[in-house]
C-alpha cells in the first residue's frame, strides 16, 4: 500500500488519480501516525512555501514516525515539487531546517540578465536528463519532458544524489535519490505518460 | 529550454462543452470528460475549463463535473467559473486542480486573489481579463460575459493583478473570441509589456501562423485555443483535435 502524506499541503488528489490510472488503486490519503505505519511506501507531496511546508508536518504531529519511516525501516519515500524540496537541509526561502534525508541545499534561481527572458517561477514543460540509472526513472520514454512550477531548485552536495538534471539559465538536479529517499522537483502525477511511467516505476519497484 | 504554452481553453455551458462567437450564441460541441481524454491522448500542455454561467446563474462550482475532468485529466489543469471564497479553492484543489482562474472576483472583490495567493501560492491564480474596444476604438476590461463594461483599461487592470498576487494573466479578446481571425497581438504586446507574470492569450486563434505570431509579436507565454481544437475547420462540424506537437515545435521553438 502507498500512503501520500495528506499534512495540509498538495494537491493530493492529482497523485491519487494517476496512481488509479496506472493501476495502483492501494493507495490512501494518511493523515495519522498508524496510516503512515500501515503503508509499504511513502508519497510527500508539497506545493507552497518550504517554511510553511515544515510547520505543517510538524503541527501534523508526523515528524517523527516519517522520520522514522526515512531513516530506520527505510521505505521507499517520494518527494514530490515542494516535498522533494524538504528532503533537503535547509532552502533559501526559509529559516526552519529541512528533514536532511538528502545532503542537498534549496537555492533561489537568480538571473541578474532580465534580457535573458527567464522568469521565475520556471513554469512549463521542460525536458530532463537522466543522470545515472535507477528503477524510478527506467523505460521513461525519452526525450522525456516534465511540467515544472517552482521558484527554487535543489542542489546536491554529491553528484551521485542526482537522478536527474534539467536546464533552466542553469543546470538543476530535477531528480534526486539516496538509498530509499527519492524526490522529484516536477509535478509527476500531471506529465503525461512520462509521469506515469515515473509513479508506476515507483509503485511497483 | 521552456517552450510555449499551447492549451484548449474549454467552455462549459449547460452540461456540456460550447464554443461561443464573440462570448454570444453558444453551440454544442460535446461532452467534456470526453473531450479530455483526447487531449490527454493528444498531450496538450495544460487545460482550461471555464464554466461560464456559474457567476450568472449565482451557482457554486460544479464539483461533480469537476471531479470528472480532473480524474482524467494528467497535465494541469485550470477551473474557472463561479468561485467567491477560499473555501471553495480548497475543495476544487483537492480534487486535483492546480489552478483556479478568477473573472468576476477579480473585478469585485479581487482581495480574494491575495488571499488565494497566499494559501495555494500565486502559481495557482490566473486572473481571467475579458477586453474588447468600445465603440471609439479604446480597449476596455468587460465583465458578464461581455456585456458591460467596467470602464477600467486593461494595462491598469492587468498591473493590478498582478499587485494582488495573480500569477498569470488569461487575457482574452471578446472581439476576436471564435473569429479564426488571429490574436489580437496590439493588445498582447500592450499587457506582455506592462507585467512580468505570463500572460496566456486567448481569442482568435484560427491556424498555427497566429500562434507562431501571438509568440514573435505579441510575446505570449501561453496560448489557448478554442474554434481550432473543437471544429475541424472554420465553419465545418465537431471534431476534438488538437495541433501535432512536431508542427507546434517549428514555429515556436
Redesign the interface.
Known sequence: MIAIVNYGLG????I???L??VGYSDCILASTREELERADKIILPG???FDAGMQKIEQSGLLDTLNKIALVDKKPLLGICLGMQLLTKGSEEGKLPGLGWIDAFTNRFQFNNEKAGL?V???????ITISKQHALVADIPLPARF?F?HSYYVKCTHQEDELMSC??GIDFSCAVQHENIMGVQF?A?????F??QLLKNFASA | ???T?VMPCLLYYNRGLCKTVKFKNPSYVGDPVNAIKIY?EK?V?ELIFLDITATAENREPDYKIIRSI??E?????CYGGGITSVEQVKKI??????KVSFNHAAIHHPSLITDVAK???S??VIASIDVKKNIWGKYEVYQKRGTKTTGQHPVAFAKKMEDMGA?EILLTSIDREGTWEGYDNELILRITESV???VIVNGGAGNLAHLEQAVKVGNA?GLALGSMVVYQKKGMGVLINFPLRTELEKILK
Open positions: 494537491n493530493i488528489g492529482s491519487q488519480n494517476m488509479k490510472k506545493v507552497g512555501a522568469k517561477p520556471h513554469m512549463g514543460w521542460n525536458e511540467y512550477v536546464h533552466y509535478h502525477e500531471k506529465s503525461h505518460k509521469g506515469m | 529550454m521552456l517552450t504554452r490527454n498531450e500542455d480532473a480524474t485529466c494528467f497535465m494541469p489543469l484543489f483537492e480534487i486535483g486542480v492546480e494559501d495555494f501560492g502559481q495557482a500569477g512580468s507574470i505570463p507565454s
